[in-house]
């Protein structure tokens, strides 16, 4: 056990953690194990983490870090997300891998599961930003971690529309919000052949009154066997929360504009 903490607090060593943040120290070690630790040295010695920084948001399957970065010769900002590498949530992600042709899973140990599920994620953010819809760009992935975009300001990531629902209306024009999500809906499915399959008042941030899609590990291409089940599920879920605010539409005829 000595070993252990030794091992882990040398390689705490070797990270770039900011000062201000010493509690992230504490953080990195009581969540993260040796392997993710390692990865995060190996992005860290490549230059593109300068300093690690604290959380942005937690959950079951990952956690989201802010770090200062470096991409291409420029400093920006970046969120850092580490999924669990030890993770009982991940069977409930095989129907999102399964089907997709980008991947071979009939050659995939359980083991290397959560590797295959971050690439398909920066896969998929990159595929979407490449066809301009509003999602955080991707920059490297290695392991279980994935290098990002932050969506956010002086280290404090954007709300989400679940978090600004109160004040919704006072934040943003509410129609003119949902028709720039759902055009964002069309450019995915139709530009990038994607389907987001996890689409909610909870993985859309506001950036600057525009709508930005997170979240894209479970997003699926448009030719996936449940590809139309999930678009429909987004679309009623989209429907659910913005019909609070007068938005009257019916599901089936926003699929149908969203597939043209």
């Known amino acids: ?50 300093a690690l920084g604290g959380v942005v948001s937690t959950g079951k399957e990952a956690n989201v870090f802010y770090a200062d970065g470096r991409i291409d010769g420029d400093d920006r900002p ?12 991940f069977f ?11 991947f071979d899973m009939r050659r995939i140990s359980r083991k290397e599961l959560i590797f295959i599920w971050v690439e398909k994620e920066f896969r998929n953010l990159e595929r979407a930003h490449n066809a301009g819809v509003n999602v955080p760009e991707p920059y490297e992935y290695l392991k279980n971690v994935l290098l990002m975009e932050f969506l956010g300001e002086d280290e404090r990531p954007y709300p989400t529309l679940f978090e600004l629902k109160r004040e919704l209306p006072e934040v943003v024009n509410v129609e003119d919000l949902y028709a720039k999500v759902k055009e964002n809906l069309i450019r995915l499915y139709r530009k990038a052949e994607l389907v987001h399959a996890d689409l909610s008042e909870y993985n859309i941030v506001l950036k600057n009154d525009e709508p930005y899609f997170i979240d894209m590990g479970q997003s699926v291409l448009a030719d996936h066997p449940l590809a139309s089940e999930y678009l429909e599920r987004d679309v009623r879920n989209l429907l659910r929360f913005f019909s609070k605010y007068g938005v009257k539409e019916r599901p089936e005829e926003v699929v149908t504009e969203i597939k043209g």
């Open 1 to 50: 056990m000595k070993r252990d903490v030794e091992r882990i607090e040398r390689l705490l060593d070797r990270l770039r953690i900011k000062e201000k943040d010493s509690e992230a120290r504490k953080i990195y070690a009581e969540v993260f194990d040796e392997r993710t630790l390692k990865t995060l040295y190996k992005l860290s010695a490549k230059g593109l983490i300068q």
């Open 78 to 89: 970046l969120a850092v997300k580490i999924y669990r590498i030890e993770t009982t949530e």
């Open 92 to 102: 409930k992600m095989d129907e999102y891998l399964f089907g997709d042709k980008r």
